[in-house]
């Protein structure tokens, strides 16, 4: 289960999706991140959904292992694309 919220820019669909655990944790040692429910927060979903959601988006902003894992065996993306805070994945689609 994840975290996600959708958000309309300047007409791009943008989806941000997080593991369920990581929402409102501090993360990062050199550069502190708080995975905010104002930008994950929007509604819990399961990975059918965080794949429809990622099919639609323009652009698509990706924390956690679990959602990673997904993305990567969906082929959404590559391990190449992946950049860790911490020990914490994370990825962003940009079509």
Known sequence: MFWCKTFSVK???????C?????????GKKMEI????SFYGGEIIDDKRA???IKR???CNLLG??????????????????MFIDDIPHAQIIR
């Open 34 to 37: 708080i995975v905010s429910k």
């Open 57 to 59: 988006s323009s652009i």
């Open 11 to 17: 007409g791009n669909f943008v989806v941000a999706i």
């Open 65 to 82: 292992k679990d959602i990673i894992k997904l993305a990567i065996e969906k082929r959404f993306i590559t391990k190449k694309n992946i």
């Open 51 to 53: 794949i429809e959601l």
């Open 19 to 27: 593991d369920k655990d990581l929402l409102g944790k501090k993360i």
